[in-house]
């Protein structure tokens, strides 16, 4: 069930995500692609019911060629719209410093899950906090380059 407090800070990181968004393409990713400690990736995908194309700034661990990233929803207790899109349609877009590429999105799975929560909370330790806050388990998801 979402609250107020989910729906006020839903629109605040929708803005704030548009304005990082331009800011780290405007700089050719000089300025904003390092964020609360972590790496910053752009994450494009397509909406599940409007179709619209969507960029997600999001923090991002590497593990081998692919990107993981957490679907934490910045501590809202509900899955972010980036991942249900991914959910219907796996195929995306990843942008760091200015290199882009076409990736396949999916969970991470279990047997890697804890070795790359921790990597995730060695670089941005906020991911713990918040899975304290939220019911739900906070999904990783792989975002592995197309074709491969």
């Not at 964020?35 to 923090?59: A, K, M, N």
């Not at 990843?94 to 070795?115: F, I, L, M, S, Y």
């Amino acid at each position: 069930m979402s609250t107020a407090g989910d729906r006020l800070l839903t629109r605040i990181q929708r803005r704030t995500a548009r304005v990082h968004t331009a800011l780290v393409r405007r700089s050719g990713g000089r300025f904003g692609s390092r964020f609360r400690g972590g790496d910053v990736v752009l994450l494009t995908h397509h909406g599940r019911t409007s179709g619209r194309t969507f960029t997600t700034p999001l923090l991002h661990v590497r593990d081998g060629g692919d990107l993981v990233v957490a679907a934490s929803n910045g501590g809202v207790d509900a899955e972010p719209q980036w991942w249900l899109n991914l959910q219907a349609d796996p195929n995306g877009e990843v942008e760091v410093r200015g290199r882009r590429w076409p990736v396949v999105a999916g969970p991470v799975e279990e047997a890697d899950r804890d070795r790359l929560w921790q990597a995730l909370m060695a670089r941005t330790p906020t991911y713990d906090a918040y899975q304290a806050k939220v019911q739900r388990r906070i999904a990783l998801v792989r975002l592995s380059p197309a074709g491969e």
